[in-house]
């Protein structure tokens, strides 16, 4: 029997092929991983269910969601900073100041920092339709409001000729400093942008979990 010798494929030629071959295979390799990665939701997620034989399952029980947010805890989402000069005194109403008052002026730099109290989350606070979820979270609240002493300083201080500095002057001021510093981070509205931002972090984290809605109430 006599072999066509064109039908026949040389060893040179099949060597030659042969990398282009392992390379088409990668690529498709690959090309299938990222479909099946990205594959979750809508058709994308029916025909990652076709061709690989799974679907999208998510845990939406109410007690599990819950669980997952409560896990942040306090949840700061805002610093507000502040700087400004704060004034105490001590006075006597029938001797004038020079002889028995205590002036101080104090220069202060102070911090509030609000957020969401998460662990105060309840198990009710979460209503799940599919792949819906409505939640209600706490109330924001501020959590720290402090002076920072590496940028607050005495910046004058005047005592009479009579009487010595009264040492709780100091302290009375930083409270009074601390005091307006609060008022001040509430009047710009620290709370709504705690609670805006406290949304924000459990939306981002509630749709990584596979919720297409999230809505708070």
């Known amino acids: 029997m006599r072999m066509n010798k064109s039908s026949v494929m040389s ?13 088409g295979i990668l690529l498709g390799v690959v090309g299938f991983a990222i479909f099946a990665r990205k594959a979750k939701t809508g058709v994308w997620d029916h025909l990652a269910a076709i061709v690989t034989g799974r679907s999208l399952t998510i845990d939406t029980s109410q007690l599990t969601v819950a ?25 006597s109403p029938i001797l004038p100041n020079f002889l028995v008052g205590d002036k101080l002026l104090l220069v202060v730099h102070g ?5 969401v109290d998460l662990g105060q989350l309840k198990t009710d606070d979460i209503q ?28 004058s201080r005047t005592t009479g000729l ?29 709370l709504a942008t705690a609670s805006k931002n406290a949304q924000a972090t459990v939306m981002s984290m509630l749709l990584g979990l596979g919720f297409e ?4 109430d």
């Open 11 to 23: 060893p040179e030629r099949r060597r030659s092929c042969f990398p282009a071959l392992v390379a």
């Open 67 to 91: 669980n997952k947010i409560q896990r942040l805890q306090r949840l700061e989402t805002v610093t507000y900073s502040l700087d400004k000069i704060v004034e105490g005194e001590r006075q």
């Open 111 to 115: 911090e509030v920092i609000a957020g």
């Open 128 to 155: 799940v339709h599919a792949r819906s979820v409505q939640v209600h979270l706490p109330p924001p609240q501020i959590f720290v409001t402090a002076l920072d002493n590496s940028k607050t300083r005495v910046y």
């Open 162 to 190: 009579l009487v010595p500095e009264d040492p709780n002057l100091e302290s009375e001021v930083r409270a009074k400093a601390q005091e307006q510093i609060q008022q001040a981070a509430l009047a710009d509205g620290i």
């Open 213 to 216: 809605r999230v809505t708070f």
